[in-house]
């Protein structure tokens, strides 16, 4: 089934939003730890961040300690690891969400030019 996802698509899932994915549709995984900082509720050592290429990420800070491979991945795979959906499951779930971001974010705009905001 991965063979069948555009790169297109995956690229989406990866720069989904990762955050405000799991705040709107599952707040009981994510916590606020300090001001815009944020980690996985069940383990609260493992903590998200947008990467500098705009990526979003987790990071399994113990797992780092202990010097294991693999201690850091995207958003695909925290859904896949974390919330035992499947791959492509997983990319069609980000993808939606980065959808109905993208129309908010339409109306918003469309909102300010029609009422002059």
Do not use: W
């Not at 790169?7 to 549709?25: F, P, V």
Request: charged fraction near 25%; proline fraction near 3%; glycine fraction near 6%.
């Amino acid at each position: 089934m991965q063979n069948n996802i555009s790169n297109e698509s995956k690229e989406i899932a990866r720069h989904t939003n990762l955050i405000r994915y799991l705040l709107k549709y599952h707040p009981d995984l994510i916590v606020e730890k300090s001001p815009g900082q944020y980690a996985y509720a069940k383990q609260t050592y493992i903590t998200f961040y947008r990467g500098k290429n705009g990526v979003y990420y987790y990071c399994d800070h113990e797992k780092h300690k202990r010097g294991e491979p693999g201690y850091c991945n995207d958003a695909i795979q925290f859904l896949i690891d974390f919330m035992g959906i499947k791959y492509h499951e997983a990319i069609a779930e980000l993808c939606s969400y980065a959808e109905e971001e993208a129309n908010a974010i339409r109306k918003i705009e469309v909102e300010d030019f029609i009422f002059g905001g």
